[in-house]
């Protein structure tokens, strides 16, 4: 599978973008309890295209940008663990330093993973 697919109406359209509200959707093989909404649980995006409004179309993104969410969001932390395991180990301090490490990975991740990954690379197709 190279990318997802979800299928929606146009609701506005102007200078080569349309906002489509997205259909409730799931992917092949899923229930869909997941509410991915092309990098974050929303139901209306910005697509570049051109439709006209109240036209069916099908919004394609690639996985490449979940991929690189993905590795933020879980890298970064177990990244910030393992450097606090070695620290504990390596200079013989408390395990609180592990926490702390956690810690610090978690809201390293909660701050970038809006702001620096760029939104999935969408395609608009009309049904």
Do not use: H, K
């Amino acid at each position: 599978m190279n990318g997802l697919i979800r299928t929606g109406i146009v609701e506005e359209s102007a200078a080569g973008t349309c906002r489509v509200r997205l259909d409730d959707a799931t992917c092949a093989g899923c229930s869909g309890r997941c509410g991915v909404g092309f990098r974050s649980p929303r139901a209306t995006i910005d697509v570049p295209g051109n439709a006209a409004v109240g036209a069916r179309v099908e919004v394609e993104a690639t996985c490449a940008g979940f991929a690189r969410a993905s590795g933020l969001v879980f890298g970064l932390p177990l990244g910030m663990v393992a450097v606090g395991m070695l620290a504990v180990a390596a200079f013989d301090l408390s395990e609180g330093w592990l926490i702390a490490a956690l810690v610090v990975g978690l809201t390293l991740t909660a701050g970038l993973a809006r702001r620096s990954l760029a939104p999935a690379a969408t395609m608009l197709r009309q049904l």
